[in-house]
C-alpha cells in the first residue's frame, strides 16, 4: 500500500465505535476488542477478528519511589514505612476476583503476582510468594515455586465491597491487614477492627495526600483505578467516595500521564499512583532489568532543583552510579534498591539461562540447592537462579503491585489479507503494516490504522508509549527483527550474513586490537551496500555506531537494549565491531534492537561536517580504524587515528534528546523504514500529521507514505525500501530465493553480454534487461546481495523461520522449472504487491513475454 493514515481517538471505546460505523474511518485497530465485542463481531461478515494471543505484556500499579505518601519518604523504595504502605495496599483488593469479575477482560486474563509475563520467552519461574508479608505468614498450598497469580498479599477471597466483587469487604482479615500496615507505617494510630477504618491519622498523613493517576482509555485500567481509589478513601474516611481529603484522583489518556518524562537535572516529584500497563515483554529481562534496574534511572539528585550531582548523590545515593542523566528514563518510577540491583544484574549478565540446582517447580525455597547451586561456573549463578531471586526481591518490597495479564484479540475490515498476527502483541505490529494487502481498500492504496491515544513523542531519544513506538519503528529500522510468530527467534534485518561471537582472546588474535575495557565478548557485523536513508544517503557503518552511541548516552528507552555495550569499534567501510560487558542469552537479541538515526541530523557537530567525514570513509575509503568508547554521557575515540571521525560527531545535539524537540517540526523525521514522512529530499522530511507537529490531537491523524512510493518496483536501489516487495522479487529471481553465492555469481558471470537466449533465466523476468542481454545492471542485483539470505542465519530453503513459508529448494542453477505444472507445490514463489503494481511469478502468468508481463522469477 502506498499511504497509511493514522487517525487519533479518545479511546479504545471511541476507536471500535467508530469501527462499526457504515462507513468507519479506519481498517485496523490497535486496541484489543472487549470479551463482550469480539463475539459481535466475529458474527458479522463486515469484520474479520484475530485469533486470541497471549499478550507478553502485563498490568499493574505503579508507585513513585522517591515520593512522600501520607508522611512516609519512600526513599526510593527503601523505606520501611514505605514497604508497609506498599504492602498494605497489596492486601485491598483480590486480583482473581478482578479478572473473573471485570467485564472488560473476563475470560481472557489471569492474575499475577510479579512484574514479568508468565509468556515471556526463557520460562523463568514464579518465586513462593507466601514469605512477603511482614505481619502474617502465609500458609497454603500455593506456597511453592511456581505459584499462581494472585497468592501474593491474599488470606481469603473478597466478599466485594461498594458493589464491587473485587474489593475486600470492611472488617474482613485482607482489609484489615491493610489497616494494620498502614499503622505500622505510622500513618494513623489504630484502625476499628468491625469496619477496617483507620483511627488517629497523624497530622503529617493529612499534610501529605496521595496523587493517583488512573489511565482513562482503558477500560481494565480505568475499572482498576477507580475502584482501588474507593477503597484506599474507605480505609482513611469509612466512605468509598473520591477524591477524599488523603488521595487525589485524576484520570487522563496515557500521553497525559506525567510521569514518563523524567528531568536530567533533578527528579520530577509530579505522580504518585498510577494504573501502568506494558505490552510487550518477549524476554523476561525486559521488564525485570530493563524496567526496574537503577542503571536505568535519570542521573539526578534527591533535591529536586539540584542542578549538578555527583555519582555519589544520585538518587539519594540510593541509585546506580552508572545512570545517565535523561528525559527518557525506563526507570521512571526511580526504583532505587541495592539487592535487587545487585540480583538483577546477575540475571542479566548470566552466562547461562539454566543450571543445575535452580529452583524448581513445586520447591520450597526461592534460592538454588546443592549439588549444582544454581551456578553456570563457579561464580555466577544462572539466569533462572538470579531471575527467581530477582522476583522475590521484587515481591517481598511491593516495589509495584501487578494485577494481571491477558490475551488479545483484535478487530478489523473484512478484505484484508497477510495481517499478521503478532505471536505477542497481536495486530498492531510492524510485519501487518509491512505485509497487508487489500486489492479493494475504503480509500484506495491505503491503510487507516487506528490509534486510541495521542502519541506523546515520536522523537526516537524520547519516544516509549506503544503509539510512539509504533510510529518510530515504521520510519526507522534496527538491525535485527524478531520473528512476528515466534518472537524469541532474531534474524539478520540491515545486517549481512550471519553474526559472528568473539572472547577477547579471539578479538585480540583476529581482529588486531585490543576490546574496549570491560568487555566479556563481542559481536561482528557486515553491512550490506543496499540500505539507503528516505533521503537516499547510504546508511553507513558510522550511523551505526552514532545510533548506538547517542542512544546509550542520552539514556533514550529506544537504546535500553544496548545498555550493556562497552564500545564499537569499525573496522571498515562495511565491518563493525560492538563488545558487550555480558555473555548472557538476552544480549544479541536486545543489542539488536536499537533504531539507527541518520548521524547527520543528530550530530552535535553539525550535518555539513558529518557529510564530509562520511564522504572521506565511505565513498573514498580514506578512513582509519576507529573505536569509540563511553564514559557516562561522553563519547571517546581511541585505536588508529580518530581524527577522520572523531568522537564530536559521535556525540548527539543535547538540545534534540530533549522532550520537546519535534523531528517532524524540524524536518528531521529520517529513517531507512518502509514509511517515510511526507516528501523526503536531501534536505530532509516533510510533513506528515494534520497540525505540521508531532503528536496530533484527538481528531488529528498521522500521514505516512512508503519509501519508494510512484517508482516502478526494483527500479532504484537509493529511491526504494530495501525490504520491498520489487527487492524480494529480485532476490528470489537472482538465485530462487536461497543463498546468494559464488555459484550464482558465476552463473550470472558466464551469461554477461551472451546473445537472448544464451541464458534465458538471466535474459527475462524481474533482473532481466530490457533488450535481453545480461549486463552490468543483472551483475548488481547480485552483488547487492553476495553472501546474504533474506532471513539469515536461517536457511530460507532448508530451514526457514516459523510461520515463512519455503522457498525453492533446490536455486543453484540451471533452475528446475518448478513451478510450471500443477501440483505447484509449497516452495512456489508468491504473488508479491508493491504500490499499484501486482508482481506475479510464472507459475501465474508464465514467461512466454518478458516482465512485468511474464513472472518475475522466470
Known amino acids: 500500500m502506498n499511504t497509511m493514515l493514522i487517525p487519533i481517538f479518545t479511546d479504545s471505546t471511541a476507536e471500535y465505535s467508530n469501527l462499526q460505523l457504515d462507513t468507519p474511518g479506519i481498517d485496523f485497530t490497535d486496541s484489543p476488542c472487549s470479551p463482550p465485542l469480539c463475539p459481535v463481531l466475529v458474527n458479522s461478515p463486515k469484520f474479520l477478528v484475530t ?68 509468556t515471556s520467552a526463557g520460562g523463568l519461574l514464579s518465586p513462593n510468594p507466601c514469605g512477603y508479608d511482614t505481619i502474617q505468614l502465609q500458609m497454603g498450598a500455593n506456597c511453592l515455586v511456581g505459584a499462581p497469580g494472585g497468592t501474593a498479599y491474599h488470606a481469603g477471597p473478597a466478599g466485594g465491597a461498594n458493589g464491587i466483587p473485587w474489593l475486600y469487604a470492611p472488617g474482613s482479615v485482607d482489609l484489615n491487614l491493610a489497616a494494620q500496615h498502614f499503622v505500622n507505617a505510622g500513618v494513623a494510630g489504630g484502625f476499628v477492627a468491625a469496619t477496617s477504618v483507620l483511627a488517629g491519622i497523624t497530622p503529617a498523613a493529612a499534610a501529605n495526600p496521595v496523587t493517583f493517576f488512573i489511565i482513562s482509555n482503558d477500560p481494565a485500567r480505568l475499572d482498576l483505578g477507580n475502584s482501588l481509589s474507593g477503597q484506599i478513601c474507605y480505609l482513611f474516611t469509612g466512605a468509598y467516595a473520591t477524591p477524599c481529603p488523603f488521595l487525589n484522583v485524576v484520570r487522563g489518556p496515557l500521553s497525559a500521564f506525567p510521569g514518563l518524562v523524567t528531568s536530567p537535572t533533578s527528579v520530577s516529584l509530579s505522580w504518585w499512583m498510577y494504573t501502568a500497563a506494558y505490552t510487550s515483554v518477549p524476554f523476561f529481562d525486559n521488564s525485570l532489568y530493563f524496567s526496574y534496574n537503577s542503571r536505568l534511572v535519570s542521573a539526578s539528585c534527591a533535591s529536586p532543583g539540584t542542578a549538578a550531582c555527583t555519582t555519589q548523590q544520585i538518587g539519594g545515593g540510593f541509585c546506580s552510579n552508572q545512570s545517565v542523566s535523561t528525559y527518557d528514563a525506563s526507570d521512571y518510577m526511580y526504583l532505587c534498591s541495592s539487592n535487587y540491583d545487585s540480583l538483577s544484574s546477575q540475571m542479566e549478565s548470566a552466562p547461562c539461562l539454566t543450571a543445575p540446582g535452580d529452583p524448581v517447580a513445586g520447591a520450597a525455597s526461592n534460592l538454588p540447592t546443592a549439588p549444582g547451586n544454581g551456578l553456570c561456573n563457579a561464580s555466577q549463578l544462572s539466569a533462572h537462579s538470579a531471575g527467581i531471586q530477582a522476583e522475590a526481591q521484587f515481591g517481598a518490597s511491593a516495589f509495584t503491585l501487578p494485577i494481571f495479564e491477558r490475551s488479545v484479540q483484535f478487530g478489523y475490515l473484512n478484505g484484508w489479507t497477510r495481517v499478521i498476527n503478532h505471536a505477542n502483541v497481536g495486530l498492531p505490529n510492524f510485519f501487518t503494516w509491512l505485509d497487508t494487502y487489500n486489492p479493494n481498500p475504503a480509500v484506495a492504496g491505503t491503510i487507516r490504522q487506528g490509534f486510541s491515544d495521542p502519541t506523546k513523542s515520536v522523537n526516537p531519544y524520547i519516544a516509549r508509549t506503544p503509539q510512539d513506538i509504533y510510529v518510530v519503528r515504521n520510519v526507522y529500522d534496527s538491525l535485527y527483527a524478531s520473528d512476528p510468530l515466534a518472537p524469541a527467534q532474531v534474524f539478520n534485518w540491515m545486517s549481512e550474513g550471519g553474526t559472528l561471537q568473539l572472547d577477547n582472546a579471539a578479538v585480540t588474535s583476529t581482529r588486531g586490537y585490543n576490546p574496549p575495557p570491560g568487555t566479556l565478548s563481542t559481536w561482528e557485523f557486515t553491512w550490506p551496500l543496499n540500505v539507503y536513508f528516505q533521503d537516499q544517503r547510504q546508511v553507513t557503518v558510522y550511523d551505526v555506531a552514532f545510533s548506538y552511541l547517542s542512544m546509550v548516552a542520552s539514556g533514550a528507552v529506544m537504546g535500553d537494549g544496548a545498555s550493556s555495550i562497552t564500545g564499537i569499534t569499525i573496522l571498515s567501510t562495511h565491518t563493525f565491531d560492538i563488545g558487550v560487558s555480558s555473555m548472557g542469552p538476552f544480549v544479541l537479541p536486545n543489542l539488536t534492537t536499537v533504531p539507527i538515526v541518520p548521524g547527520r541530523y543528530w550530530t552535535n557537530a553539525g550535518s555539513a561536517a558529518w557529510d564530509n567525514a562520511a564522504n572521506k570513509c565511505t565513498q573514498l575509503g580514506q578512513c582509519s580504524r576507529s573505536q569509540y568508547t563511553l564514559s557516562g554521557s561522553s563519547v571517546n575515540c581511541t585505536l588508529d587515528d580518530c581524527t577522520d571521525f572523531s568522537a564530536g560527531l559521535m556525540t548527539v545535539n543535547p538540545a534534540r534528546t530533549i522532550a520537546s524537540f519535534d523531528p517532524i517540526a524540524n524536518n528531521i523525521f529520517v529513517g531507512s523504514g518502509p514509511w517515510q514522512c511526507g516528501t523526503v529530499t536531501s534536505s530532509g522530511s516533510g510533513s506528515c500529521t494534520s497540525t505540521g507537529f508531532q503528536n496530533p490531537p484527538v481528531g488529528g491523524a498521522y500521514t505516512l507514505t512508503r519509501y519508494g512510493a510512484g517508482l516502478a518496483p526494483a527500479s532504484s536501489t537509493s529511491g526504494i525500501y530495501f525490504r520491498s516487495s520489487g527487492d524480494l522479487a529480485t532476490f528470489i529471481w537472482a538465485c530462487g530465493g536461497g543463498f546468494i553465492n559464488i555459484n550464482c555469481f558465476s552463473a550470472v558471470s558466464v551469461c554477461f553480454q551472451q546473445p537472448v537466449g544464451f541464458c534465458p533465466h538471466y535474459q527475462q523476468g524481474i533482473g532481466g534487461s530490457p533488450n535481453g542481454i545480461v549486463g552490468i545492471i543483472q551483475e548488481s542485483y547480485f552483488l547487492e546481495h553476495f553472501n546474504n539470505y533474506w532471513v539469515a542465519p536461517f536457511d530460507w530453503p532448508s530451514n526457514p523461520p516459523p510461520g515463512i513459508g519455503g522457498v525453492n529448494p533446490n536455486p543453484a542453477p540451471p533452475f528446475p522449472q518448478y513451478c510450471t505444472t500443477e501440483p505447484y507445490g509449497q516452495f512456489c514463489p508468491p504473488v508479491l504487491y508493491e504500490g499499484p503494481s501486482t508482481l506475479s511469478p510464472a507459475n501465474v502468468v508464465g514467461c512466454a513475454t518478458q516482465y512485468p508481463a511474464g513472472g518475475y522469477d522466470c
Request: charged residues 10%; proline residues 7%; contains cysteine.
Open 51 to 118: 485469533a486470541p494471543v497471549p499478550q507478553t505484556g502485563y498490568y499493574e500499579v505503579q508507585y513513585m519511589l522517591a515520593n512522600n505518601f501520607w508522611g512516609c519518604n519512600f526513599q526510593f523504595g527503601n523505606a520501611g514505612c514505605g514497604v508497609e504502605i506498599r504492602q498494605g495496599i497489596a492486601h485491598m483488593m483480590d486480583k482473581s476476583a478482578f479478572t473473573n469479575n471485570d467485564a472488560n477482560i473476563a475470560g481472557v486474563s489471569t492474575p499475577i503476582d510479579n512484574p514479568v509475563p508468565t
